[in-house]
């Protein structure tokens, strides 16, 4: 009988998309019943339903409390009939009763050699703290986060100047037969083998969990690693407020790309005070954006300013700033001040610990620096999310403060910033994905 999977996603499924491939390829003998979601816009229901597997959408925010949730995601999850549950970048704390309810048939993957750095933003952290060795760890879930009985390990050493995205070549090299010996009992060479007496598994479940986790081994160090690099279009809604001014007014964040292949970003504002318009047209490669074209129109009270740069091949900037000419040349990989957040998601997402960005408007290029500065939970009118909390490092004692906060359960993408200039505090928050 074949294996049949429940694939629980949130975000872009690169790590569903790997499981899809393995069982087409016939490396998995498996069949996935059903991808279910917290979130309407997970690109993995794209991909599921590209495959033909059917989805669901059970969203959190529809529910008064946690336990409600999961009782309805338990009812999908048997209704589909699993025999294993895969959390593959399922960004949601689960309840003990649900954990209890899938006792040793679920399972994880995660970014480090557990019991290390649980959490997010694993390979900077290994990297902060010194470590000598860093790798990833596939476990059964229990009632503690990233605490349950691992079932293999793949190990390597942090020397020199290793970055975070060496991980995922590593974890690339985390082949079939290795991971296969691992989970039948291995211990040497970095190996962790499933934790002796924990789970009565028969045979049968140990054959076909071998090729589950073969094929599991193949995406792991994490979803949002490999799926950095990618960009996929989107519109968010925001609410922009600032102090002294007793409303918001609704913002509106769009990305997609033209016939041409050059990716456009845009953020539109307006009320009966006024309007605001940036856009910005760029190159994408890897994790930088390349700015073609940078520009913005802001009308208020009265007053009217403008800027407009276009980027030549030979790396030339000219354009105008409120009709004065501007002329200077630009790095390679420039962004501008709208898309250079786009690469800050994905250097997040990468696990880079180099924040730092090359941004160019109508003064000219200046190098931005940023530094992670820890994790919080938002109450926002999309939901509560988890968000990876990065705030930009000046050398000047100006009082002004750049905060962003990205959530990793939505791609990274941009949830909250916050600018202080002048005493003076202007927000965006995230509205609806």
């Keep these: 009988m074949t294996h049949r999977l429940v694939v629980l996603v949130s975000g872009s499924g690169s790590n569903l998309q790997a499981i899809i491939d393995a069982i087409a390829d016939g490396g998995l003998e498996a069949t996935i019943t059903a991808v279910i979601s917290n979130r309407a816009s997970a690109f993995a ?36 009939g699993a025999d294993t549950v895969v959390l593959a970048g399922f960004m949601r704390i689960l309840t003990p009763a649900f954990v209890r309810h899938y006792h040793g048939r679920l399972l994880n993957i995660h970014p480090s050699l557990l019991p290390r750095h649980r959490g997010l933003d694993t390979h900077a952290r290994a990297l902060d703290a010194g470590d ?11 009632e503690q986060l990233d ?5 293999a390990q793949a190990r390597f050493p ?26 039948a009992g291995g211990h040497s060479n970095g190996c962790a083998g499933p934790m002796t007496g924990y789970f009565l598994m028969t045979r049968l479940w140990q054959k076909t969990a071998f090729s589950l986790i073969s094929a599991l081994a193949l995406l792991t160090c994490p979803a949002w690693l490999q799926a950095a690099g990618e960009l996929h279009p989107f519109s968010h809604q925001f609410s922009a407020s600032s102090s002294g001014f007793p409303f918001s007014i609704r913002t509106q ?21 006024g309007e ?26 009265g007053r009217e300013k403008q800027a407009l740069i276009k980027v030549a091949d030979d790396k030339r900037a000219s354009g105008n700033r409120n009709g004065k000419p501007v002329s200077y040349d630009v790095p390679d990989n420039t962004a501008d001040k709208l898309s250079h957040v786009l690469s800050l998601q994905c250097k997040l ?15 000219g290029v200046e190098q931005f620096h940023y530094q992670r500065t820890g994790e919080e939970w938002l109450e926002t009118a999309a939901g509560r999310l988890l968000a990876v909390r990065v705030e930009r490092q ?16 939505h791609d990274y993408n941009l949830v909250r910033l916050l600018q202080v200039e002048d005493g003076d505090h202007h927000e965006l928050n995230i509205q609806k994905f």
């Design 45 to 80: 229901l794209e991909r599921a339903a590209a495959a033909g597997i059917a989805t669901q959408v059970i969203n959190n925010a529809d529910h008064p409390d946690r336990d409600s949730f999961d009782r309805a995601l338990v009812s999908a999850i048997d209704a589909a």
């Design 394 to 409: 000046r050398d000047d004692d100006s009082g002004r403060q750049t905060v962003l906060w990205f959530s990793p359960s």
């Design 276 to 301: 605001i318009r940036e856009s910005t047209a760029f190159e994408w490669k890897g994790c930088d954006a390349s700015t073609r074209r940078y520009g913005y129109i802001r009308k208020g009270l």
């Design 158 to 183: 942090l020397t020199g100047t290793i970055a975070p995205t060496h991980c995922q070549r590593k974890c690339s090299s985390w082949n079939t037969s290795y991971i296969r010996w691992c989970f």
């Design 349 to 363: 997402a990468r696990g880079d610990a180099d924040l730092s960005v090359d941004v160019a408007d109508e003064r």
């Design 253 to 273: 964040r769009t990305l997609t790309r033209d016939s041409n292949g050059l990716w456009r970003l845009e953020v539109s504002a307006s009320n009966w005070l």
């Design 147 to 151: 605490g349950g009985p691992l079932v």
């Design 132 to 142: 000598s060795e860093h790798g990833c760890s596939i476990h059964f879930v229990t």
